[in-house]
T-cell receptor, first 116, second 119 residues
Framework: GAGVSQSPSNKVTEKGKDVELRCDPI?????LYWYRQSLGQGLEFLIY????????KSGLPSDRFSAERTGGSVSTLTIQRTQQEDSAVYLC??????????????FGNGTRLTVT | AQKVTQAQTEISVVEKEDVTLDCVYE???????LFWYKQPPSGELVFLIR??????QNEISGRYSWNFQKSTSSFNFTITASQVVDSAVYFC????????????????FGQGTILTVHP
């Protein structure tokens, strides 16, 4: 596709349920990032995948958060036992490769998660 | 730790006015990149500009211009002759470097400046 695609665009879930958020990066982009945008914390880095290297998970806020990237393309962010403070917009971004001299980050439209 | 400060939370101007959005950053990295992103009401983050730490030349793109001053750790963004379509949240961001000194997409964002341009 032309851009980074995320699904669903909106998700409402009950506290305690698990949710999965999906990201399709731009074709050929090897680097993939997840960010979270919330009212109180602004835009925060969550996790980064580059090719077959081990992901950089340094931004994940708790062990309830995990992500995987299958086949070097599609990524899924999973939040287990959701809490109200998890309510936010989850943004996915990709870039052609790790280094910035080739291309900047291209962001998707995000998934708005609401935990009731 | 890295930090990006956008001191202006909200700015309101009337169409055709010029407006400058401030960005001040802190980093220990010698090589880094600075970015501006625009987030219109639709929610998507739109890339505007990337500047690396070794290039202090100012840049102009149409009505947009950027002033990078390493001495004051600032990367300010000016919109000339603002238009209603410029209304959005604008984010300044700073890249982090890995152990080898390569900048990558782990960005530290400022809190954003909400710009409203009135007709």
């Amino acid at each position: 596709g032309a851009g980074v695609s995320q699904s669903p665009s909106n998700k409402v879930t009950e506290k305690g349920k698990d949710v999965e958020l999906r990201c399709d990066p731009i074709s050929g982009h090897t680097a993939l990032y997840w960010y979270r945008q919330s009212l109180g914390q602004g835009l925060e880095f969550l996790i980064y995948f580059q090719g077959n290297s081990a992901p950089d998970k340094s931004g994940l806020p708790s062990d309830r958060f995990s992500a995987e990237r299958t086949g070097g393309s599609v990524s899924t962010l999973t939040i287990q036992r959701t809490q109200q403070e998890d309510s936010a917009v989850y943004l996915c971004a990709s870039s052609q490769d790790r280094a910035f001299w080739n291309s900047p980050l291209h962001f998707g439209n995000g998934t708005r998660l609401t935990v009731t | 730790a890295q930090k990006v400060t956008q001191a202006q939370t909200e700015i309101s101007v009337v169409e055709k006015e010029d407006v400058t959005l401030d960005c001040v950053y802190e980093t220990r990295d010698t090589t880094y990149y600075l970015f501006w992103y625009k987030q219109p009401p639709s929610g998507e983050l739109v890339f505007l500009i990337r500047r690396n730490s070794f290039d202090e030349q100012n840049e102009i793109s149409g009505r947009y211009s950027w002033n990078f001053q390493k001495s004051t750790s600032s990367f300010n963004f000016t919109i000339t002759a603002s238009q209603v379509v410029d209304s959005a949240v604008y984010f300044c961001a700073l890249s982090e470097s890995d152990a080898g000194g390569t900048s990558y997409g782990k960005l530290t964002f400022g809190q954003g400046t909400i710009l409203t341009v009135h007709p």
